[in-house]
């Protein structure tokens, strides 16, 4: 007996592996199960995914739905791994809980690089593992070292088709191979969906901003957050728009839209909020946008490559400039958001929906980025990423990367070798304290 197990943790991620699944990109198995993964804060306040509308339109996919909370309670799905030395009796207690027997067991997990996608790969030991991903994330490095252990079973890495030729650098350490789900089959499955938006607001062709919540991530101040949203309804009303629907992120705190509220009274723009919870794939298809706008979200690129409307981003500069460290896991789909999607600012590349790169141009640059990020996980890449460095030393190139960590790893566009001690200088640094002080008081 064969039983596959299925985790998930959004409903977006469940419509995946259903179209997945009904494209033929999984073997049969006599069993499978969708094992649900709430990692909100707080799962006891927050809903699951087979808790929202639609869910029962991709039920019928999965013999069984088990609740992973449930089954480790008290523990937060994110934040518990079981020791080694328990490893065995965790299996054996999972088996029992999931009726799984003495079956073969197949995972197919979301982020692999963290928990609970790592816990389950690392409890059923020898089980092949198949990892799915749906956002922009998988384009760029695994954010962490894998143990070989888990790393050498995973067989391919499936994802949507957002950018077209690109292919992702997700565990390729591994030699894993990247799969696209179907992009006829996505549309299908999410269309399916389409009905279960709730009481949406009858809005014809708005303009659709995308929140992001990025102050909960440290990235902005939740001043900086507002000023973002501000410019976003400004940015709609210097192209003319005067319908604009707001979808906050579901955790964003309720001042984002009073302040955003206020600037569309400002510019006389007619502002819909939608307060219920629902995918922005819903919203393309009954609302079909003028003009998607956000920061560096994956809706953005879905907007684009799935439904074919048109986009436009604000604030990739600022954030390719705060992310810290720079490995930060967010740091190649705000690079591919900023390199392929107009700036809203620029209304002629907004109107002719221009892109700054080709997919072949972009490929090269992701990869450079790839290592600059995870140096020790793709050294094969350094010598790529040097010509590619080299061949593009411009400021329209080098802004994806920061001059201090181009320096620590000997690429070009680093500080020169002889000077290269200045920024780690103690007495350099105080030197130029003094200077830039004693001009500051000169010019007072």
Request: hydrophobic share 45%; glycine share 6%.
């Amino acid at each position: 007996m064969t039983t596959q197990i299925f985790q998930a943790s959004t409903l977006y991620g469940t419509a995946t592996l259903a179209a997945a699944l009904d494209s033929g990109c999984f073997a049969a198995a006599d069993r499978r199960i969708l094992l649900v993964c709430n990692n909100a804060a707080t799962p006891e306040t927050t809903p699951a995914l087979d808790a929202m509308p639609g869910f029962e339109r991709l039920r019928d996919r999965f013999d069984d739905v088990i609740s992973y909370n449930e089954t480790i309670f008290p523990f937060h799905p994110g934040g518990w791994s079981p020791r080694v030395d328990d490893m065995p009796l965790w299996e054996r207690f999972l088996r029992h809980e999931w009726r799984l027997g003495d079956d073969d067991v197949q995972l197919a997990v979301e982020s692999i690089q963290v928990n609970p996608s790592h816990a389950l790969a690392q409890i059923f030991t020898g089980a092949p593992v198949t990892v799915y991903a749906d956002g922009l994330m998988s384009y760029g490095p695994t954010r962490n070292k894998i143990d070989p252990l888990v790393g050498t079973r995973v067989d391919r890495v499936l994802h949507l088709d957002l950018v077209p030729g690109l292919k992702p650098l997700l565990l390729t350490e591994f030699g894993v191979p990247g799969e696209t789900v179907p992009t006829p089959a996505v549309l299908k499955t999410l269309a399916e969906l389409a009905p279960f938006g709730g009481d949406l607001p009858r809005v014809e062709e708005p303009v659709l901003l995308l929140g992001q919540y990025l102050s909960a991530l440290d990235i902005l101040s939740a001043e900086e957050e507002e000023d973002l949203h501000a410019r976003m309804v400004r940015g709609a009303a210097r192209l003319g728009h005067k319908r604009v629907v707001f979808k906050p992120h579901p955790s964003a705190p309720t001042r984002f839209t009073r302040s955003l509220e206020e600037e569309a009274e400002k510019l006389g723009v007619d502002l819909t909020v939608l307060d219920t919870p629902v995918l922005a794939e819903v919203l393309y298809q009954r609302m079909r946008p003028a003009l998607v706008v956000g920061c560096f979200s994956t809706a953005l690129l879905t907007a684009s490559a799935l439904y074919h409307l048109p986009v436009a981003r604000v604030g990739t500069e600022l954030l390719l400039d705060r992310l810290t460290p720079f490995e930060n896991s967010n740091r190649v789909p705000v690079t591919i958001v900023d390199a392929l999607v107009p700036d809203l600012a620029d209304r002629t590349a907004v109107t002719g929906q221009r892109q700054g790169m080709d997919v072949t141009a972009l490929g090269g640059l992701v990869r450079a980025v790839g290592f600059a990020m995870q140096p020790k996980i793709l050294p094969r890449l350094r010598e790529e990423t040097e010509a590619y460095l080299t061949a593009h030393l411009n400021d329209g190139i080098l802004r994806y990367f920061k001059r201090r960590r181009l320096t620590a790893l000997g690429l070009p566009g680093g500080l020169p070798v002889q000077m290269a001690f200045i920024p780690r200088n103690a007495t350099v640094r105080r030197v130029a304290r003094k200077a830039r002080n004693l001009r500051r008081a000169v010019r007072r």
